[in-house]
């Protein structure tokens, strides 16, 4: 299926992106491989030579590992998967003091309403 | 394969469909060629494509100077309604095989199967949609280096289109062919452009790399051909 991209970013960091999403909550597992570049292409919707640059960059973050004939494959190294999902983690916390920001909020109110939000949770 | 348009004017009558325009298409690459309707498109195509020739200028595909004999290289999808209305699916596939000598039957078959075309069925008895994921079929099955689509989504709804563009995705040889789309309707291509060039009453007025656009300027193709119309027009 085609999906939507957004348009003020590269293509191929948002493929990197939801890639690395589906690794950190587990949907792609350490060693797993990833689909030939074709069939991403194809999944996605997208230019085969983006999703070449995708795959090149996440190797680049040693993310993934190409296999000389074999294909792409999901880390093994558990210090770069906790490292990806901390830096996940980061990003998500960026967007949300952002909006915060945005909206007025200070660092002591978005502490309490974090606290406030667990505690409902729990109830 | 390279295909080249060294300062290429054409003109119908007193009007300019291209002035003086230069272009270069690399293998292994898809080209989006955006404009309105009437401001040279597919007159660039067809220049390529063998079927109209410049009035200055050279058209080069694979250094060969282009005569109508280039069809050999090139594959071209036009915009127009172009089949035989008493011919099956089948007869128009055995007919393209007979053309032209690069066309792989076993792709056709294939191209057939993912379209969910009918061989038995009357070219008079298809929807639109069904006639132009039968042109696809015929233009996808040719080996030939050059492939042009003149409007491929043009008048087809959006299940059409996600079929012809996965089907572009799964049968173009990326080592060999060179792709070029013209359309307008820039939304459903662009993710699957590398370059994205404009064309506005037959002037080049701007070529740029869709990720580069995107990482330089923060913009989409789509965004980027909106602004530049607008800066256009107000001239």
Not at chain 1, 69 to 92: C, H, M, P, S, Y
């Amino acid at each position: 299926m085609t999906k939507d991209f957004q348009t003020s970013k590269p293509i191929y960091i948002q493929i990197a992106d939801h890639l690395s999403s589906q690794i950190v909550r587990g949907e792609m597992r350490a060693g797993e491989k990833l689909p030939s570049v074709r069939e991403m292409a194809i999944n996605s919707g997208v230019n085969p030579n983006t999703i070449q640059r995708t795959y090149s960059e996440m190797e680049r973050m040693g993310i993934v590992e190409t296999k000389r004939g074999q294909g792409t494959f999901v880390t093994e190294n558990e210090q770069v998967l906790k490292a990806l999902k901390i830096r996940l983690q980061a990003d998500i916390i960026g967007v949300f003091v952002q909006n915060m920001k945005e909206l007025g909020f200070s660092q002591e109110e978005m502490m309490d309403g974090l606290e406030q939000y667990f505690r409902r949770e729990q109830e | 394969m390279t295909v080249k348009l060294r300062n290429v004017s054409k003109r119908y009558g007193k009007d300019f469909s291209l002035k003086n325009v230069s272009l270069t298409f690399e293998t292994g690459k898809i080209y989006g060629l955006l404009g309105p309707n009437g401001s040279g498109k597919s007159t660039t195509l067809k220049m390529i494509a063998g079927l109209v020739y410049p009035n200055n200028g050279k058209v080069e595909v694979d250094a060969e100077e282009v005569t109508r004999k280039i069809c050999k290289k090139v594959a071209y999808l036009t915009e127009l309604d172009m089949f035989y209305s008493s011919f099956t699916v089948g007869n128009m596939i055995e007919f393209y095989a007979s053309q032209f000598s690069d066309f792989d039957m076993e792709k056709a078959e294939q191209l057939l199967i993912d379209m969910k075309l009918d061989r038995a069925k009357k070219i008079k008895q298809l929807s639109k949609g069904n006639r132009g994921r039968l042109k696809l079929v015929l233009t996808l099955s040719r080996k030939s280096p050059v492939l042009l689509l003149d409007e491929p989504f043009s008048g087809l709804d959006p299940m059409v289109r996600d079929s012809i563009v996965k089907s572009l995705l799964s049968y173009i040889n990326f080592d060999e062919q060179t792709v070029i789309i013209a359309t307008h309707e820039i939304d459903e291509i662009e993710p699957l452009l590398d370059e994205a060039i404009v064309i506005f009453q037959g002037d080049i007025i701007g070529q740029k790399n869709v990720e580069t656009l995107r990482e330089e300027e923060g913009v989409s193709v789509l965004e980027w051909f909106k602004s530049t119309m607008v800066q256009m027009e107000g001239n």
